[in-house]
């Protein structure tokens, strides 16, 4: 007996995103469909938040659920494919960690070496731990991210390596697909987009991909869009680059985004706001996701979530709306913030009753 089957891909076919929303990405008979299975990523509902900010609909995006734990394998799997089409024998990027993550681990899959420029000392262990592991060349600049960030695109312009950094319009094009996803699972775009923003590629994209679903007409609106900087590193706030960014939230340490003029036009097309939020509401909404939602996410993506409760507590009236916050990465790149807190006990004896004193129950 014979199988009748579509054209196949490599990996995981119902879900993957090139396949899925092939039409709407710069793709050719070329370009290899190679996956490790990203997108298609849950939206789940809010059980506390959404009541006690008094939104219509709360939803998170759980792009954490990604083959490497955050939202850049979407954009990732659509550039190192499109890098090797055009030729390239090499990846480099410069990354505050998830990007490094994922730009290793696609480039072993079409099997090229990967190159990563990461600021020294400042990326969760995870993260570093994912790019050792799929054997990226890993170098650790006595700099910060902007930093890595020029230095990877001087050393671009003169090797033959494809520079992955959200700079690679191809970035931007696969990470468009988390719009199309959420306005797909909604039915229609939501009322608000709540996102974190470093260097400022991802609002630009899923400000580009609720544009480009409402022209198609396969959504009828486009949401505002509210994204996040923590307050040490918020040049988007300032109208200005920050020299020394400095927050606990490691991913989105970032001075001079590259997407400045992306994540502007974000959100003033979409009469949309870009704030800061404190490290300290940032690690309280990293508790409360956790704690009352069952959600670990990384530092950085509760700044969504800490942004959504600043501008409630600031008076802005959530009343009935649908808003999606976008959760970008795993909490378990990041070990070291979540262990911080002085939960874990010491170790007790390997016997009933003094497990029972330390639990509190006798
Ligand atoms: N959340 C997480 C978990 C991130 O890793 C990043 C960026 C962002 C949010 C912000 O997204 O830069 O598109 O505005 N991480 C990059 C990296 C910079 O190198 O991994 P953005």
Same mark, same amino acid.
């Given at each position: 007996?014979?199988?009748?089957?579509?054209?196949? &891909?490599?990996?995981?076919?119902?879900?993957?995103?090139?396949?899925?929303?092939?039409?709407?990405?710069?793709?050719?008979?070329?370009?290899?469909? &190679?996956?490790?299975?990203?997108?298609?990523?849950?939206? &789940?509902?809010?059980?506390?938040?959404?009541?006690?900010?008094?939104?219509?609909?709360?939803?998170?995006?759980?792009?954490?659920?990604?083959?490497?734990?955050?939202?850049?394998?979407?954009?990732?799997?659509?550039? &190192?494919?499109?890098?090797?089409?055009?030729?390239?024998?090499?990846?480099?990027?410069?990354?505050?960690?998830?990007?490094?993550?994922?730009?290793?681990?696609?480039?072993?899959?079409?099997?090229?070496?990967?190159?990563?420029?990461?600021?020294?000392?400042?990326?969760?262990?995870?993260?570093?731990a994912q790019a050792v592991a799929h054997g990226a060349q890993v170098i650790a600049v006595d700099g910060s991210f902007d930093r890595c960030l020029q230095i990877a695109r001087q050393l671009a312009a003169r090797e033959a390596v494809a520079l992955v950094n959200s700079v690679n319009p191809y970035r931007i094009a696969g990470q468009k697909t988390a719009a199309f996803e959420i306005a797909d699972d909604l039915g229609d775009a939501p009322d608000l987009?709540?996102?974190?923003?470093?260097?400022?590629?991802?609002?630009?994209?899923?400000?580009?991909?609720?544009?480009?679903?409402?022209?198609?007409?396969?959504?009828?609106?486009?949401?505002?869009?509210?994204?996040?900087?923590?307050?040490?590193?918020?040049?988007?706030?300032?109208?200005?680059?920050?020299?020394?960014?400095?927050?606990?939230?490691?991913?989105?340490?970032?001075?001079?985004?590259?997407?400045?003029?992306?994540?502007?036009?974000?959100?003033?097309?979409?009469?949309?706001?870009?704030?800061?939020?404190?490290?300290?509401?940032?690690?309280?909404?990293?508790?409360?996701?956790?704690?009352?939602?069952?959600?670990?996410?990384?530092?950085?993506?509760?700044?969504?979530?800490?942004?959504?409760?600043?501008?409630?507590?600031?008076?802005?009236?959530?009343?009935?709306?649908?808003?999606?916050?976008?959760?970008?990465?795993?909490?378990?790149?990041?070990?070291?913030?979540?262990?911080?807190?002085?939960?874990?006990?010491?170790?007790?004896?390997?016997?009933?009753?003094?497990?029972?004193?330390?639990?509190?129950?006798?």
């Open positions: 007996m014979t199988i009748e089957r579509r054209e196949r &891909v490599e990996g995981a076919p119902g879900r993957f995103i090139m396949e899925r929303y092939r039409d709407l990405l710069p793709l050719t008979d070329r370009t290899p469909m &190679v996956t490790l299975g990203e997108g298609g990523t849950p939206l &789940v509902r809010s059980r506390a938040l959404e009541a006690e900010l008094g939104l219509g609909e709360l939803w998170f995006k759980l792009e954490s659920t990604n083959p490497t734990g955050s939202f850049k394998d979407r954009g990732m799997v659509v550039a &190192v494919a499109k890098a090797v089409e055009e030729g390239a024998r090499a990846v480099l990027c410069a990354s505050t960690g998830n990007t490094s993550a994922a730009a290793a681990a696609y480039a072993a899959r079409h099997g090229l070496p990967a190159y990563v420029l990461v600021p020294g000392g400042h990326v969760a262990m995870g993260k570093l987009l709540a996102i974190p923003v470093g260097n400022a590629g991802n609002i630009t994209a899923y400000w580009a991909g609720f544009v480009e679903y409402r022209h198609r007409e396969r959504s009828l609106r486009t949401p505002r869009m509210w994204g996040f900087q923590a307050a040490g590193a918020a040049p988007l706030v300032r109208g200005a680059p920050v020299e020394d960014p400095e927050t606990v939230a490691t991913a989105i340490r970032i001075g001079n985004p590259a997407s400045w003029r992306g994540a502007v036009a974000a959100r003033d097309d979409s009469a949309g706001r870009i704030e800061a939020v404190s490290d300290e509401r940032i690690l309280d909404a990293y508790r409360r996701l956790a704690q009352d939602e069952g959600i670990f996410c990384e530092p950085a993506s509760a700044a969504s979530v800490a942004g959504l409760i600043s501008m409630a507590e600031a008076g802005e009236s959530l009343r009935g709306l649908t808003a999606v916050c976008v959760i970008t990465g795993s909490g378990l790149k990041d070990p070291e913030t979540a262990l911080r807190v002085p939960t874990v006990r010491r170790e007790v004896p390997a016997e009933v009753g003094s497990v029972a004193r330390a639990l509190g129950w006798s």
